[in-house]
T-cell receptor, first 116, second 115 residues
Framework: DTGVSQNPRHKITKRGQNVTFRCDPISEHNRLYWYRQTLGQGPEFLTYFQNEAQLEKSRLLSDRFSAERPKGSFSTLEIQRTEQGDSAMYLC??????????????FGAGTRLSVL | AQKVTQAQTEISVVEKEDVTLDCVYETRDTTYYLFWYKQPPSGELVFLIRRNSFDEQNEISGRYSWNFQKSTSSFNFTITASQVVDSAVYFCALSEAGNTGKLIFGQGTTLQVKP
């Protein structure tokens, strides 16, 4: 049973470019979360999927951000027209929505984005 | 609104010392979950424990123990006989029992264990 996988691990881009990150959750997990973590802070919730449905988006998720989970398996997070303030670690987590195991989220190692 | 406060930004101890990491939370929900995660330098958050709001029993797992007190809205984490491998950032988190399960994290406590 592999854990949550995120690619790439690091991304350096120039301001104004678009970037896309991928998350592969634990195979039987139907819930998938994206968080953003800046230096010295705890992760902050961005968005959440149950299967392929995106059920909640944080106000942190501006119009330049879009997330998808087309087949209810892997997910992508795209940032358009990147800004220096987007520099952060983007973390993905997955969980089961089964009684007793609900809400235990398992995290990937993250994608560190640097916008120059 | 939900909030988690970890007042200790950094703690430094010498190996074999005991250390307690503090966590105070705020929520209006009567049913909620509390978590501790460990984030080593590699960056991946490692799940340590989940408690629900109806279970105030303290828990011990090896060198780790957790003290949950609803009366003071605290969920403190103690490492007994600390080891260098315990060096990491530790996060306390809260989630409502409702639909999304999204986590509200504290700012984290960086623990350095020196040999």
């Amino acid at each position: 049973d592999t854990g949550v996988s995120q690619n790439p691990r690091h991304k350096i881009t120039k301001r104004g470019q678009n970037v896309t990150f991928r998350c592969d959750p634990i195979s039987e997990h139907n819930r998938l979360y994206w968080y953003r973590q800046t230096l010295g802070q705890g992760p902050e919730f961005l968005t959440y999927f149950q299967n392929e449905a995106q059920l909640e988006k944080s106000r942190l998720l501006s119009d330049r951000f879009s997330a998808e989970r087309p087949k209810g398996s892997f997910s992508t997070l795209e940032i358009q027209r990147t800004e220096q303030g987007d520099s952060a670690m983007y973390l993905c987590a997955s969980s089961l929505s089964r009684q007793g195991l609900k809400n235990i989220q398992y995290f990937g190692a993250g994608t560190r984005l640097s916008v120059l | 609104a939900q909030k988690v406060t970890q007042a200790q930004t950094e703690i430094s101890v010498v190996e074999k010392e005991d250390v307690t990491l503090d966590c105070v939370y705020e929520t209006r929900d009567t049913t909620y979950y509390l978590f501790w995660y460990k984030q080593p330098p590699s960056g991946e958050l490692v799940f340590l424990i989940r408690r629900n709001s109806f279970d105030e029993q303290n828990e011990i797992s090896g060198r780790y123990s957790w003290n949950f007190q609803k009366s003071t809205s605290s969920f403190n984490f103690t490492i007994t006989a600390s080891q260098v491998v315990d060096s990491a950032v530790y996060f306390c988190a809260l989630s409502e029992a409702g639909n999304t399960g999204k986590l509200i994290f504290g700012q984290g406590t960086t623990l350095q264990v020196k040999p």
